[in-house]
Antibody, heavy 118, light 107 residues
Framework: QVQLQESGPGLVKPSETLSLTCTVSGGSVSSGRYYWSWIRQPPGKGLEWIGYIYYSGSTNYNPSLKSRVTVSVDTSKNQFSLKLTSVTAADAAVYYCARDDGETIDPWGQGTLVTVSS | DIQMTQSPSSLSASVGDRVTITCRASQGISNYLAWFQQKPGKAPKSLIYAASILQSGVPSKFTGSGSGADFTLTISSLQPEDSATYYC?????????FGQGTKVEIK
């Protein structure tokens, strides 16, 4: 079964770039029809969809973050990544990577907490 | 953006109770609606998609219904392991949006 695991720094300074990687095991990021997604959840709050990269390489981002977000894929490592520039305290959250098949988001990674602080 | 509004925001019910959570979209989304369960410190878990289709492995005590703008998630017989926060999510329009969550507690 497919499993996803986030990795990256847990602490980012304000105005810097948040970079996270999601490693996929038990499946391929190159396989068809999947949207490899990022979703975040500020502490104690609800879920916010960030965006995805489709297996074809096309991307779709939340307009609220679009100017700061890049999602990319590295098929040789079976990973996809998130970059969020110019972070502020409002970007502090648990970041989840997940697979979206167009109807449901499943599975999810366990999530990684990112704190924004100098 | 499509606004997803869940009600109630929280509820407390007894073991064995039938529990219903409502999710309303700010405009019609056909049946492009999913439900997730999230327990503290864990990632959300997919329960239902296409408004009423149970994800593989999810017990049949969970039932989803609705179309258009109004949807419900029903837990037929509440058990202690059902204590969690439940989220609806629309995937008819971009950006995908979630409801604010409904916290279900056991009395």
């Amino acid at each position: 079964q497919v499993q996803l695991q986030e990795s990256g720094p847990g602490l980012v300074k304000p105005s810097e770039t948040l970079s996270l990687t999601c490693t996929v095991s038990g499946g391929s990021v190159s396989s068809g029809r999947y949207y490899w997604s990022w979703i975040r959840q500020p502490p104690g709050k609800g879920l916010e969809w960030i965006g995805y990269i489709y297996y074809s390489g096309s991307t779709n981002y939340n307009p609220s973050l679009k100017s700061r977000v890049t999602v990319s894929v590295d098929t040789s490592k079976n990973q996809f990544s998130l970059k969020l520039t110019s972070v502020t305290a409002a970007d502090a959250a648990v970041y989840y990577c997940a697979r979206d098949d167009g109807e449901t988001i499943d599975p999810w990674g366990q999530g990684t907490l990112v704190t924004v602080s100098s | 953006d499509i606004q997803m509004t869940q009600s109630p925001s929280s509820l407390s019910a007894s073991v064995g109770d039938r529990v219903t959570i409502t999710c309303r979209a700010s405009q019609g989304i056909s049946n492009y609606l999913a439900w997730f369960q999230q327990k503290p410190g864990k990632a959300p878990k997919s329960l239902i998609y296409a408004a009423s289709i149970l994800q593989s492995g999810v017990p049949s005590k969970f039932t989803g219904s609705g179309s258009g703008a109004d949807f419900t998630l029903t837990i037929s017989s509440l058990q202690p392991e059902d204590s969690a926060t439940y989220y609806c999510q629309q995937y008819s329009f971009y950006p995908r949006t979630f409801g604010q969550g409904t916290k279900v507690e056991i009395k």
